[in-house]
């Protein structure tokens, strides 16, 4: 069963930077589309941006466009998601999740079979 693994969460400043990572233990991501969402406090988990198994499609969400970007390397087995321009509202957990499909990826958290465990965003000065 596919093991997915969240890293580089961390407290950082208004403005400032993160790069989040979604791996994968004893499987290869190859054919499995990633999607990530955050779930704030209080708050129901949200899509932020999926990327398709061959990484050539993405979604993102509206709040995440110009300031995220997701991508993926086959050969570190790694899917990124680069975060800029974080604030206070972008406090949150932040979990990849993931399907074996091709060719496309969903905004729905139903969709995905596979989750991590998340990793914690927060955003203070």
């Known amino acids: 069963q596919l093991q997915l693994v969240e890293s580089g969460g961390g407290l950082v400043m208004p403005g400032g930077s993160l790069r989040l990572t979604c791996s994968a233990s004893g499987f290869a991501l190859d054919g499995y589309a990633i999607g990530w969402f955050r779930q704030a406090p209080g708050k129901e988990r949200e899509h932020v941006v999926c990327?398709?198994?061959?990484?050539?499609?993405?979604d993102y969400a509206e709040f995440a466009k110009g300031r995220f970007t997701i991508s993926r390397d086959s050969a570190k087995n790694t899917v990124y998601l680069q975060l800029n321009s974080l604030n206070l509202e972008d406090t949150a957990v932040y979990y990849c999740?993931?399907?074996?499909?091709?060719?496309?990826?969903?905004?729905?958290?139903?969709?995905?079979?596979?989750w991590g465990r998340g990793t914690q965003i927060s955003v203070s000065s």
């Open positions: 999740a993931g399907k074996y499909t091709t060719y496309y990826c969903s905004d729905s958290s139903r969709w995905y079979d596979y």
């Open positions: 990327i398709d198994s061959r990484g050539r499609s993405t």
